[in-house]
């Protein structure tokens, strides 16, 4: 036997660890963060409640704003009856679903409980729906995180864009860089109008010196877009240093649930 360094690694490795995560799991029953039942669990959720967040995913949606498409929001070749007037300044959205239930239960574990393997599992999704499509997201050059002020860095363990990001990127067998960076520390965007967002939001990114971005197509990542103001303004400052096209790539779309629910009517 080694030293005490030798012995933890012992202890704590192979099937010793496996017998230690079962002994802890009769006196700690594991929990499912979304039906709260004592059952097993991946990722934090049962096998039921995975199979719900599964539901969410391949709702057909809107390629221009990412908005769930349902018998009363058809798709035009331009867009939908539901896109933002103005446009914002990203060329396409790849999403997994809209904001709600099982899907809104994982964002804010990566949010705000800091549950990185989530966000790799959303990314990892994120990356299979694309691979499965014919999406311009395919073809991008580079992968770029929307950017945390350094600020808020410091209340926040990690950067779940940048999380998700390299995920994706793994996934896409795409390069990830930090071509933004966030120079005003703007208030939270949940509560207010989708003028004031825009409003908000305007000269909060600059991008990073010494890259050239002339003809790049940009993947764009974050979390939730809800008027594709912050997307929006972080392309056009992508744009306005040469990139030829930013698309956009979320893990859901905050939306009203007329449509999603029309589909659940329909089961």
Same mark, same amino acid.
């Given at each position: 036997m080694s030293s005490g360094g030798g012995f933890l690694k012992f202890n704590f490795g192979g099937k010793l660890q496996s017998f230690a995560r079962g002994v802890l799991d009769l006196v700690i029953p594991q929990v499912c963060g979304g039906c709260g039942q004592a059952v097993p669990v991946t990722m934090g959720l049962c096998g039921e409640c995975n199979l719900k967040l599964l539901s969410l995913v391949g709702l057909p949606y809107c390629k221009r704003c990412g908005s769930t498409l349902g018998p009363n929001i058809p798709e035009y070749p331009d867009g939908c009856s539901l896109c933002p007037n103005p446009i914002p300044r990203f060329g396409s959205v790849a999403r997994l679903g809209p904001y709600t239930g099982l899907l809104?239960?994982?964002?804010?574990?990566?949010?705000? +409980?800091?549950?990185?393997?989530?966000?790799?599992?959303?990314? +990892?999704?994120?990356?299979? =729906?694309? =691979?499965?499509?014919?999406?311009?997201?395919?073809?991008?050059?580079?992968?770029?995180?929307?950017?945390?002020?350094?600020?808020?860095?410091? =209340?926040?363990?990690?950067?779940? =864009?940048?999380?998700?990001?390299?995920?994706?990127?793994?996934?896409?067998?795409?390069?990830?860089?930090r071509l933004l960076k966030r120079v005003r520390n703007t208030p939270p965007q949940v509560h207010i109008t989708r003028t004031q967002r825009f409003a908000n939001i305007r000269g909060a990114f600059s991008p990073v010196k010494g890259r050239s971005l002339a003809g790049v197509h940009v993947l764009l990542v974050d979390d939730v877009t809800t008027t594709g103001a912050t997307a929006g303004e972080a392309a056009r400052m992508l744009l306005a240093a040469g990139a030829s096209r930013v698309s956009l790539c979320v893990i859901a779309k905050a939306e009203p649930s007329r449509a999603y629910t029309q589909h659940w009517g329909e089961a």
């Open positions: 809104r239960y994982a964002i804010h574990q990566l949010k705000y +409980r800091d549950q990185l393997g989530m966000a790799r599992r959303l990314g +990892r999704m994120l990356g299979e =729906s694309i =691979s499965e499509t014919d999406t311009p997201h395919r073809t991008a050059d580079v992968i770029v995180p929307i950017p945390m002020h350094w600020l808020r860095r410091i =209340s926040r363990p990690s950067d779940h =864009s940048a999380v998700l990001a390299r995920s994706l990127g793994r996934g896409l067998k795409i390069p990830v860089e």
